[in-house]
């Protein structure tokens, strides 16, 4: 089931964030997405296993964060919770934005499968726990058909 993120479930997204992100968000800054951004969650028996951070703005979107707790991965969960989130967008964005290391090879292929497209290498964008830095991959999601005709 995938819905709304409560306050309530803010913990339990951040235990989610500490597995997966060498650079975690914050408790604080998932309380605050809630008011300022869409932000969902996937629920398997009850237990919250994902979560989904897109930024609407005015006719466009950012996807900010998304994750799956390790046990949870590799089931489909990911492309489930990115379409259904993209759906519940209020904006009817014609475009979504996001950037990705170029080293998280499951995140790239997901957003491939969802449509997006790589337009962009922002270079030594990432800082690496040993201080090294990465790439990011820019990618984007044309929402409209007449968007989507430009990236054939
Ligand atoms: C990226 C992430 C959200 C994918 O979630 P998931 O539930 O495991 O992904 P799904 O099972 O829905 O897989 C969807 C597609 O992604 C790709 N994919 C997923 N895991 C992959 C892997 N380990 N290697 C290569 N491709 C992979 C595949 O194309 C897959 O489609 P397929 O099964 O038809 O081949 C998850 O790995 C994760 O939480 N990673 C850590 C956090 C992160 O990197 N977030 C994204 C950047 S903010």
């Not at 950037?99 to 290498?121: C, G, M």
Request: aromatic share 8%; net charge negative; charged share 20%.
């Amino acid at each position: 089931m995938i819905r709304l993120m409560q306050h309530s479930d803010v913990q339990q997204v951040f235990e989610i964030e500490k597995l997966v992100q060498s650079h975690p968000w914050t408790l604080k800054q998932f309380e605050e997405s809630i008011d300022s951004y869409q932000s969902t969650v996937i629920e398997r028996q009850g237990q919250v296993v994902g979560f989904c951070i897109l930024q609407p703005v005015v006719d466009e979107a950012n996807l900010l964060l998304m994750a799956i707790h390790p046990s949870q991965q590799g089931k489909g969960l990911g492309y489930q919770l990115l379409d259904e989130s993209i759906a519940l967008l209020k904006n009817n964005p014609v475009q979504i934005f996001l950037e990705v290391r170029e080293s998280n090879v499951a995140a790239v292929r997901l957003y491939e499968k969802s449509d997006f497209h790589q337009i962009d290498l922002r270079k030594n964008y990432y800082p690496n726990p040993d201080g090294t830095r990465e790439h990011a991959i820019i990618m984007v999601r044309a929402c409209s058909d007449d968007f989507a005709a430009l990236f054939k």
